[in-house]
């Protein structure tokens, strides 16, 4: 049995999890988080928050609050992400990975903050991140031995289904920020 460095079981898995966790970006962080433009149940909220949490873009408290402060201050000098005020590499990538941006400001998402369930999530947003990591796992293992004809594995799962797919995302996602 030789192990192969893709499938297109892993492949598929990759693009299917990009599709959906690029929806829970834009339908749930952005549309319901920071606009509120629907409205859901409590426990519809909570598994929505834990869904974003996949896509690996930090908590959703954190998301609407950077997200709202992005719409009050526009291409000013206030907007973190801006690439008019400091360029590309800033607005893709910099202002996301800078120490002075980590910190959710609960004031400008009181809305939320309410929901203790919100702010356990948001402060663990590691968890999302975890739970699909140790999903994918156990998919390729479950793959691996019921399944060996796909050719795939735990490992392979997690590098195409997580590493690659989350990538990918993320790009795409502060791409937004970067070229408009």
């Known amino acids: 049995y030789k192990r192969q460095s893709w499938s297109w079981a892993a492949v598929i898995t990759a693009v299917v999890l990009y599709f959906t966790r690029m929806f829970a970006v834009t339908a749930i962080y ?5 606009h509120r433009a629907y409205h859901t149940s409590r426990a519809t909220q909570f598994l929505f928050a834990l869904f974003g949490l ?19 201050h ?13 360029g590309f590499l800033w607005s893709h990538i910099g202002w996301l990975t800078s120490s002075r941006n980590f910190p959710t400001d609960y004031d400008r998402v009181k809305d939320l903050a309410k929901y203790p369930e919100l702010v356990f999530l948001n402060r663990f947003d590691l968890i999302g991140p975890a739970l699909l990591f140790a999903g994918l796992y156990g998919f390729g293992a479950a793959l691996e031995a019921f399944a060996p004809g796909l050719g795939t594995s735990p490992w392979q799962m997690v590098i195409w289904g997580f590493f690659i797919s989350t990538t990918v995302l993320f790009h795409a996602t502060c791409t937004i920020n970067s070229l408009t």
């Open 54 to 72: 996949t896509a690996v873009q930090r908590g959703p408290l954190w998301w609407a609050s950077v997200h709202r402060h992005h719409h009050r």
């Open 30 to 34: 952005h549309r319901y988080f920071c």
């Open 74 to 86: 526009s291409d000013d000098e206030h907007d973190v992400h801006s690439p008019g005020m400091k």
